[in-house]
């Protein structure tokens, strides 16, 4: 059974940067597409950046195109999210979740129990 | 982006009771959908995909059908343990969006 950890959430001024992290274990993790998903504080779910197994391809939401970062090693087993620029829309708990594929399907099978960001002064 | 649209809000129901949840794109989505569970204080369980199918391991008192716009997820005989948050989402395209959630409470 695939398991998930993130870690690396915390509490950040406006304008600051966070990595995240996600080890993956129960799975070989270097043959699936691996995404990023967050949740708003009490609210919905949102998609934010996803990557093949490869890391050929990478994707990200609008909302964190060209501030978030999305990375993997597949020999720590290992998948990454480094946060720049943030603001406090940013708020949100991260979840890593697994892809059913190598090369994305865009569905999550399997979840970490989620990192919490919190951007505030 | 297709926005997903799920009904009710909020569903009151009784153990034993059957339910069906309701969720609607903007735009097709073909048989590109997926269901999840999600109880207080844990991540989402990922419980339908392609509309129909159940993930391994999942109860077979969830079922999905639809295709195209208008989708539903039906749960029967609820348990104690079904009383939950579900939440549809759509993978056909970019940004892969979900529904706002369906809380299902006793």
């Known amino acids: 059974e695939a398991q998930l950890a993130e870690s690396g959430g915390g509490l950040v001024q406006p304008g600051g940067s966070l990595r995240l992290s996600c080890t993956a274990s129960?799975?070989?993790?270097?043959?699936?597409?691996m995404h990023w998903v967050r949740q708003l504080p009490g609210k919905g779910l949102e998609w934010v950046a996803g990557?093949?197994?490869?890391?050929?391809?990478?994707g990200y939401a609008e909302s964190v195109t060209g501030r978030f970062t999305i990375s993997r090693d597949n020999v720590k087993n290992s998948l990454y999210l480094q946060m720049n620029s943030l603001t406090p829309d940013d708020t949100a708990l991260y979840y890593c979740a697994k892809d059913p594929a190598a090369s994305e399907e865009y569905f999550f099978d399997s979840w970490g129990q989620g990192t919490l960001v919190t951007v505030s002064s | 982006d297709i926005q997903m649209t799920q009904s009710p809000h909020t569903l009151s129901a009784s153990v034993g009771d059957r339910v069906t949840i309701t969720c609607r794109a903007s735009q097709s989505v073909n048989k590109w959908l997926a269901w999840y569970q999600q109880k207080p204080g844990q991540a989402p369980r990922l419980l339908i995909y392609e509309a129909s199918t159940l993930k391994n391991g999942v109860s077979s008192k969830f079922s999905g059908s639809g295709s195209g716009t208008e989708f539903t997820l039906t749960i029967s005989s609820l348990q104690p343990d079904d009383f939950a948050t579900y939440y549809c989402?759509?993978?056909?395209?970019?940004?892969?969006?979900f529904g706002q959630g369906t809380k299902l409470e006793i």
């Open positions: 990557i093949n197994w490869k890391s050929g391809f990478t």
């Open positions: 129960g799975f070989n993790f270097a043959d699936y597409a």
């Open positions: 989402q759509q993978y056909k395209s970019y940004s892969y969006t």
